[in-house]
């Protein structure tokens, strides 16, 4: 049997206190080897200069961009494999295995193609400053290189997490974040006795780390027979099961879409601020990645959502899905808060870590305090987004986010950052306030909306998919 018995829950069973720390306390720890990666490429990249610092944050945007395809049916196949798991079908979980290889295979090549075909269109959407798009020209070709180990690193990632294996994912972060280290040190800044290539070394390091983390997860599904010929199901399962697959993948590509989208949209706005656009891009970049560590908490929290409720709705237990989902915003909130209010003091010295430049440094410590001040709302965003990906209503998470981002958080931050403030700060006191919106609107769709009725087990998709 591919995947064991024992992982599934039995039917009714609550979930203890002791299951969400298991299950939680590695996906912390990979969520932290992954800032860490995004951490240690924007210090290496400042080091650098401020101009590949700029260039590497609009770069890595695009690449988060171009990956969300992947998160989103990555999103899906955790809903269906956990539910599947949860009601006692590994022989289902098994083929759903397989359809999401498929489908993330298909859409990495599609991605591919379309990013080289319309490579400058796409760098010219942002209106980056003339100064430093032929080097984001120059690097494009690297970014579309990394895509292939991004997306088999995170679809197999997800097939673990949905299995409850949290702990091969955060081998596989953990020697990511080593690699990655080496890789800036030697091929960034010349350091190892290895050439200094500079930003390219700094993407070449990348691609070399993340390949070697998603081979290691491929290393030991192959090894315990959970990726075999038994998932390669016949064409007319995958026909029928499709249907449920994009149901949840679909309004989470949508989600993530305009997430990231509004992100670039976001980048665009800075690019473009009546001052200052070089060390303002350059700060951007700096701050969001030293964010990132307030997630963690969240994020771990949110991604133990979306196993948990899986396999509660699978075992038939709404309810206990429900209580699940109420702890966890809880202890996210509580945790991330803790969390931001340990980071606010250092928030001077991390700006000066990031980058030697005092402009940045300004751009990027406004940026953190207007994020910290946010932390309750993104918590509760994050782990809501988690619990209705689980039950496979992303949908729920389509309607949190997009009018958080594109109805106030956009024209606000253009508002305010141009006509306003006319420097950064306004366009994140406009992400500030449509956090808050966004927590609000998936806080009510959780407690006043039948989100359990989107599961694989429930229905008519209990009777579609045999």
Known sequence: MDIPLSVIPEPRAGVTSREIWRLTWPQALMTLTQFLVGFTDVLAAGAISPQVQAVFG??????????????ALVNGGIAAISQSLGAALPGRASRYIGLLLKLAGAACLATLVLGHLFRLKLLLLLQPPQEILPLALDLWGLILALLPAGYLSIALAGVLRAGKDVRTPLFSGILVCILNLLGDLGLGLGYLGLPRLGGQGLLLASILAVACGGLFNLAI?????????????PSRWDIRALPYMLKVALPSAGSQILWQAGYLVLFR???TLPAGQVASVAGLTAGFRAEAVLFLPSMALGATGAI????????GNPAEARRVGLRLALGGI?????????????????CILLSPDPEVQAVAAAYLKFNIAAAPFTATSTIMSGIFSGAGATLYSLAAFAPGIWLVRLPLAWYLGHYIWRDASGVFLAML???AIQA????FLFLR????GFASTAGRWRKRIS
Request: charged share 10%.
């Open 221 to 233: 599904l192959l090894r315990r027979g959970t990726l075999s010929r038994r998932s390669l199901a």
């Open 58 to 71: 609009i770069l890595m945007q695009y690449y988060f961009f171009f990956l969300l395809f992947c998160i």
């Open 308 to 315: 948990l409720v899986g396999h509660c709705l699978g075992a």
């Open 433 to 435: 306030i449509s956090q």
């Open 440 to 443: 609000t609107i998936a806080f």
């Open 449 to 452: 909306r039948d989100w359990a």
């Open 269 to 271: 706005i800075v690019a």
């Open 334 to 350: 509580f945790s991330m808060g803790l969390a931001a209010l340990l980071l606010l003091p250092w928030v001077p010295d991390i």
